[in-house]
């Protein structure tokens, strides 16, 4: 085989792997949209044919001799293909590592897992869920150590998210988070807490979907590629490529400011898949690189942008338009401090932006205990509890509110969590970049996001996953990560907010 | 291989190619339902991909192999199987006979097609899409002549909407459905027409929905496993077996009856599909046989039961829970004369039982014609206009509410229409069959579907696609068809409405 066949071959490869994507995500997509209730017995018979398809072409010797020759030819690839060869012997690799038996077993284990966890968590029951979840942490631990017998099995996981990133990093960065935020709580307890009640009341779905595409039209999104449904927990998927994404959201009608800021988060997930190069579709370049990448332009226009007063100020009008009795005694500058509340809660999906760190904080202290074997999976509920107490002050009733709240170990995403705290920092700190070329305020005030926007397609979407996550942001930002910048961020935040 | 090994190679083989019709089936919905509007070429590239490799599954050496070797055996094979070997060989070696650069040739036409359809439609220009369709019609015919030489090209498509179908047959059928219905029409055309304007005002979407979802449920469908939306064309679809199955509607606000009757319709193709053994899941044999028993089924529902007086009876309370203040000053009698008009008129999809077997009349005389040479395509719309006048006795005022208002022939579909007017007289006499041990007439009274479904069921549904259409029906009816079932049921309900 030739070079420049192998290379049309390396693309032809990509783009049927991308079919079987775009096929598996949109049944999981309809499953949680359109099916009927009773289907999704039907969904795992396409859904299991399907990946056992896509493996054998992913996995398969043909694959494997491509990619091995391309490998030995790296030199003569250019940057972009040697990314793609990297990437999907990287994932063959490690597919080979671990024995095939203990695979599809840990596969079926996460199915059943996901069930078990539902119903624990609807009863309150963690002694349910507990042995399924020592399972998932014995077999995370076994599998690092078939991967990656030279590390510590957290660090492995960490960077399977998040490329590049150990425990090391994770606790300074925490530690960072934790001595700058716990003080920042206090302060704010220690002072009048501002008033919430305008984002209360009855504002009908209708309205709020209205509402949702006013944002997403607003914040930039293509509504030819991008479209809007309703789910039980808001996600965001493509299908095959960037030119078709989708975001989801939920209506609650006793609280607007619920789905408006799911929609602007969602949304910022889709304008990061969206901004890849066009020539990276069909190809394991396209779309975002990694969760902490991900989440920092999700939480850049939720928190950093769509929480910010001039953004405020800008919507303030489309609000009255759709809640006009709702709002009639409101003004802008009550919803800004509204949605700018801090205050210590139980839920990390509905925590504020100051506490949500130390929510991540939690789950990362006892992920990294149990991975290393110094907390035992039967003690998490009391473990978290005390952290909960520690970092935010408040006694947890239930496990229902407590250690069973996430669905992400009961999916085998260990090493997950930090990616949520590292995101929003990258985020400040991008935005503090950012700001020195383009007057943000002014374009939030004006309700333009061109710029904004062209600035993060420039230095961050269009890469689409062509740079490691550590490298594509010390690209954009022409400095080291520091969380300070964040830090510095919420602090002004709440000076502004609570006058302290 | 030996012979065990070789069914469970057969049940696999069918298997695998259910979860690709299931995603490819999706892809399709996901398109006329939820997609942005922008990214029909997103989803080309993965329906491209997909049905190449579908193609290469079902056709693939090692499946030919297979097949040929479990047609060596048929003996040993049971009722399923050798139907199953049947239905996959007979497609293998139909496409075997048409040169794979001409197939793909014309799945590129009727792409093009489509949109070229749309578009002369929209301006009643027909000479924009006659370029098109003069292709089509000689692409039609040159395939049937590599597909079955021995038969003339109109016979060969009708067989294959219909297995067994011929000209001659479809001549007979024709012959006796005008020799009857044309001085029916005229009899209904000397008396006074009926009042239909209970049928017209300002029906939400929102109520009519609601009454879809009680409509399908009355007529036994099993919610957990039919699911109902919008499209602009109403359909009915199964994704990989039926298990899963999906009607959708179109509600126009200013006529409930439209969507009403559109999604009876699609339940009845729901119920026929949803019917099938549940052993048949995952094969060939699952789901409907054929067009014409599908539409023996679909308009069974919509109009033998849907438009008789005691189902009118039955809903009626139900509409006037969902049309309170439209309804306020009609019985129930009202609403069933009003969707009982027999009226000539223009559009196919929108004409009455007496009338409807009448246009597609026109359809079959005119394909029978161009297929055998003896009118060109540049002649349909005038052979089209003077048809419409001689059969239902109206001038057709343009193209667009003429020749160009189906989308078959730009589909390829040439040969599928004669199966609308045969189904429909399947269906009564399927109806009359079933009255000798069900009373119909007191189910619909009581909005009990039981009895009728399970008679259904017992006798059509659960067969799948195990025998041919003409077997099927003739097993069903204990004797030949007759179509002057259907013509006296016709006569029967005119003089019910019209007193004549």
């Given at each position: 085989m030739n070079l420049e066949q192998a290379k049309q071959d390396l693309m032809a490869l990509q783009s049927k792997m991308s079919a079987y994507a775009h096929a598996m995500s949109l049944i999981y997509y309809d499953g949680v949209t359109a099916a009927p209730r009773g289907t999704a017995a039907n969904r795992g018979h396409a859904l299991s044919v399907l990946s056992e398809e896509e493996y054998k072409l992913a996995t398969g010797e043909q694959t494997v001799a491509l990619l091995e020759l391309l490998d030995a030819h790296k030199d003569e690839l250019n940057e972009k293909e040697q990314r793609m060869v990297y990437l999907l012997l990287k994932s063959i690799r490690q597919m080979q590592k671990i024995p095939m038996a203990e695979y599809v077993a840990y596969q079926e284990l996460l199915v059943q897992a996901d069930d078990v966890w539902h119903r624990a968590k609807e009863t309150s029951d963690f002694e349910l869920f507990r042995p399924l979840l020592e399972q998932i942490f014995e077999t995370n631990i076994r599998f690092a150590g078939y991967c990656a017998p030279e590390k510590a099995p957290y660090d492995y996981w960490l960077s399977e998210y998040e490329d590049g990133l150990n425990m090391e990093t994770c606790d300074q960065f925490f530690a960072t988070v934790r001595s700058r935020l716990v003080p920042l709580l206090q302060k704010v307890a220690a002072v009048p807490q501002v008033d919430n009640a305008c984002l209360y009341g009855h504002f009908p779905a209708q309205a709020q979907e209205k509402l949702a595409w006013q944002l997403m039209k607003l914040i930039g999104l293509d509504l030819d590629h991008c479209g809007l449904t309703t789910t039980e927990h808001p996600f965001t998927t493509s299908f095959g490529s960037h030119f078709d994404e989708r975001i989801t959201t939920n209506y609650q009608e006793d609280n607007f400011s619920s789905s408006m800021f799911s929609v602007i988060h969602e949304g910022g997930h889709a304008l990061y898949d969206m901004g890849s190069d066009d020539d990276l579709a069909y190809t394991v370049l396209d779309g975002g690189v990694s969760m902490g990448i991900h989440e920092s332009q999700s939480r850049f226009y939720e928190n950093l942008l769509g929480r910010s007063r001039p953004f405020v100020e800008r919507v303030f009008p489309l609000l009255q338009d759709a809640f006009p009795e709702q709002l009639k005694n409101y003004t802008a500058e009550d919803v800004y401090k509204a949605i700018n509340r801090a205050e210590p809660s139980l839920i990390r999906t509905e925590s504020d932006q100051v506490t949500y760190c130390l929510h991540v904080m939690v789950r990362y202290e006892l992920e990294k205990q149990v991975m290393a074997g110094r907390l035992a999976v039967k003690d998490l509920p009391q473990a978290w509890n005390r952290l909960y107490k520690e970092y935010l002050g408040v006694d947890v009733p239930d496990d229902r509110h407590g250690v069973l709240q996430d669905s992400h170990w009961s999916g085998?995403?260990?090493?997950?969590?930090p990616s949520y705290a590292l995101g929003s920092a990258y985020g400040a700190q991008l935005l503090k970049k950012m700001r020195e070329t383009v007057d943000v305020d002014d374009c939030l005030r004006r309700g333009d996001f061109g710029p904004i926007n062209q600035w993060n397609r420039e230095h961050i979407w269009k890469y689409g996953s062509l740079y490691k996550p550590g490298r594509l942001l010390e690209m954009a930002l022409g400095e080291p990560f520091d969380p300070n910048v964040y830090l510095d961020y919420l602090e002004e935040k709440c000076r502004d907010v609570y006058g302290i």
């Open positions: 085998g995403s260990i090493g997950y969590f």
